[in-house]
């Protein structure tokens, strides 16, 4: 089974602190996704990276940064927290469309962070 | 303009009786691939079911079926004989094209609440 991990459930951090969520896959996925989902807007992509150190803005990328060194490990930063990026973060990752037709997305858990 | 709609932010359905959430979509790509996904309270998202932009034949997943229909644009899911266990938030996603690089967009969600 396609495992997406993530380093921690729940998350407190104080305004201005650097922030790092760390997503790791296990199945040898090219692209990776970075989400933020709030009540009543769904999931926004942040980031995305379909190759090791490649990365590609998403809709809602400001504030936010990221990093991929390697291809099973995907980091989203945020350089100084600030509360109204108190939210949930899911990442996501999916083969590559020509490897695959039907290439859902699989999801970690989902990190929920809250901002003080 | 939205990629993804969906219209319905909550819905009831009573134990064992078929439920529809409507999904409509936006793209001039002929080429795409639309998803479902299930979200319960403990926040993993669960892939459901899957619909290519050339399938003559909706989609069917035991009790999920998608009704594609291409020329309205829409891709409702279809769940018969609704169990406790459905209530959750259901996603409905497309991506487009199949190249490298190509980002998923995810609509609002339904909330689904399935009576005892």
Redesign the interface.
Known sequence: DVKVTQSSRYLVKRTGEKVFLECVQDMDH??M?W?RQDP??????IY?S??VKMK?K?DIPEGYSVSREKKERFSLILESASTNQTS?Y?C?S?P???TT???????G??T?LTVL | AQKIT?TQ?GMFVQEKEAVTLDCTYDTSDPSY?L?W?KQPSS???I?LI?Q?SYDQQNATEGRYSLNFQKARKSANLVISASQLGDSAMY?C?M?E?????????????TSLTVIP
């Open positions: 090219e692209n996704f989400y009543g807007l769904g999931l926004r992509l995305f379909y190759d590609e998403g949930m899911l996501a999916s590559d469309p020509g037709r039907d290439n859902e997305q699989f999801f858990p989902g929920r | 969906q932010p691939g998803f996904y926040g993993e998202m892939f899957y290519g996603f996603a991506r094209g199949w190249n490298t690089g190509n980002q998923f967009y995810f609509g609002t969600g």
